[in-house]
């Protein structure tokens, strides 16, 4: 199993008030599979996402991801986890606003052990010719684009998209999720995706459905369906 929770635990302290953000998660996913985690607001989705990333750490339980034990690994031994491995995509692009749409992608591939091919990835999310603009310069689907390019340069394991098409409209949302699911099939990336919107779950081969902390509802699609046929 690539992703494999047991019983995750996160609580938040504020002042003497504890809150309990997740209620021991349990979750599978396997190599190569698109997981879609759907709830309402507040429900602990990008709390999950996060920890799953190495951005923050739960409490107790084990998060492990593609044989790593996420939440035993020291500060330092995290980081490079989350640089290897994770490409991160959110739902407001996070783009560097001085640097070009290659430069932006250049500052990942630098890091990376083995990055992909800059103009290859370019090529596949559909932006080559926008590479020497800014990012005031592009709209809002080309942003989520280059911030897709700039998470996929790493060549990670896994990706995980916080309600990647959150601030984008209908065609541009179909476009950018059926982007995700061309780069799960050309590069065998695992996907991790939250969104609120209950008609992308058709694409995912798991739905993970979270109220108040826990997993209440949890199923798997034997035939996902491809991105172009979604309407909502
Ligand atoms: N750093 C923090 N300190 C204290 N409380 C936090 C912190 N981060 C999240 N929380 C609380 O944890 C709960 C879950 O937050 P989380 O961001 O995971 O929800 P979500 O499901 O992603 O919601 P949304 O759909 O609005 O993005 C919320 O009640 C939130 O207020
Ligand atoms: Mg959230």
Redesign the pocket.
């Known amino acids: 199993m690539f992703i494999h929770i047991l019983n995750l635990k996160?609580s938040?302290?504020?002042g003497v008030v504890t809150?309990e953000?997740?209620k021991g998660i349990e979750m599978k996913l396997e190599k190569g599979g698109i997981g879609v985690?759907l709830?309402?607001?507040?429900?602990?989705?990008?709390?999950?996402?996060?920890i799953i990333g190495g951005i923050?750490r739960g409490d107790s339980g084990s998060v492990v991801v593609d044989g790593i034990e996420v939440n035993q690994l020291d500060d330092n031994k995290l980081t490079t986890y989350r640089r290897e491995q994770i490409g991160f995509v959110f739902q407001f692009y996070n783009l560097v606003p001085s640097l070009t749409v290659s430069e932006n992608i250049e500052v990942v591939s630098h890091i990376s052990h083995s990055p992909l091919n800059m103009d290859e990835v370019l090529e596949a999310v559909g932006i080559k010719d926008k590479k020497h603009r800014f990012p005031r310069e592009l709209s809002g689907g080309e942003q989520q684009r280059v911030s897709i390019a700039r998470a996929i340069i790493k060549n990670p394991k896994l990706l995980l998209c916080?309600?990647p098409t959150g601030a984008l409209d209908y065609s541009t949302s179909r476009s950018i999720l059926q982007l995700l699911q061309q780069v799960n099939e050309k590069y065998g990336t695992t996907i991790l995706m939250?969104t609120?919107n209950t008609a992308i779950a058709a694409m995912a081969d798991r739905v993970f459905k979270?109220r108040s902390?826990e997993i209440v509802a949890e199923s798997v699609n034997q035939i996902p369906v491809p991105a172009e046929r979604i309407e909502w």
């Open positions: 996160k938040y302290q504020s809150t953000v997740l985690i709830g309402p607001s507040g429900s602990g989705k990008s709390t999950l996402m996060n923050d916080d309600e939250i609120h979270l902390g």
